[in-house]
């Protein structure tokens, strides 16, 4: 008589731990498939990008949302950047122009400007027209921009200005790739372009 309860306890225990394990099943699965590349580091968990206002390189108001629906590279930087921006750049033309990321991919490129004070919609336009014309630039004012490169684990700060207003700024020098939904999911440190599209590839396909 014992047997009976005892054994029907014991399948409804399963059952509830079934249904608590499906999930992180699939969420295990969702970050399994991004795949492991020397120089591109997987977040353990996504994080979403948030939702700022900023203004793009033709001077439109852009939501920082309107950038979902595409496997993103996001890069922070500024015009005036002697040597990491042109650099980051430079690879991100070259990946868009490799045929490396198969067709049917959306993808988009994307920098953040952290100099809000000269990086203007035209010095930004001006600054992406020698890499491509589908790159898109936002600047806004560095205290809506913190925030922003905050959530990406990203960094700036502007150096002393002298009175011809020339400084620089020091920031983070790595590529962030998002995924479609708007999930911050890689960090990108000089990886190869087969690298780099095989990432994209994997989250398109999720």
Do not use: W
Request: aromatic share 6%; hydrophobic share 45%; with cysteine.
């Amino acid at each position: 008589m014992t047997k009976g309860p005892s054994l029907k306890r014991t399948l409804n225990a399963f059952s509830v731990c079934a249904l608590v394990a499906m999930p992180l099943l699939g969420l295990q699965s969702a970050t399994a498939a991004v795949p492991s590349h020397e120089r591109i580091r997987v977040l353990e968990s996504a994080r979403p990008i948030g939702e700022a206002r900023l203004t793009d390189q033709n001077g439109h108001a852009v939501a920082l949302s309107s950038i979902r629906g595409s496997v993103t590279f996001v890069l922070f930087g500024y015009t005036n950047c002697p040597d990491a921006c042109p650099a980051g750049m430079e690879r991100l033309r070259e990946l868009h122009d490799s045929g490396a990321i198969p067709r049917g991919v959306k993808v988009k490129y994307v920098l953040i400007s952290v100099d809000g004070e000269r990086d203007t919609p035209a010095a930004l336009k001006t600054f992406l027209a020698k890499y491509s014309s589908d790159f898109v630039g936002l600047t806004a004012s560095p205290n809506t921009v913190k925030p922003i490169a905050a959530n990406f684990s990203a960094s700036f700060f502007a150096g002393a200005h002298d009175h011809a207003d020339h400084y620089t700024v020091a920031h983070s020098p790595q590529i962030f790739i998002v995924d479609p939904a708007g999930n911050i999911r890689a960090e990108v440190y000089g990886a190869s372009l087969d690298a780099m599209a095989d990432v994209a590839h994997a989250l398109s396909a999720e």
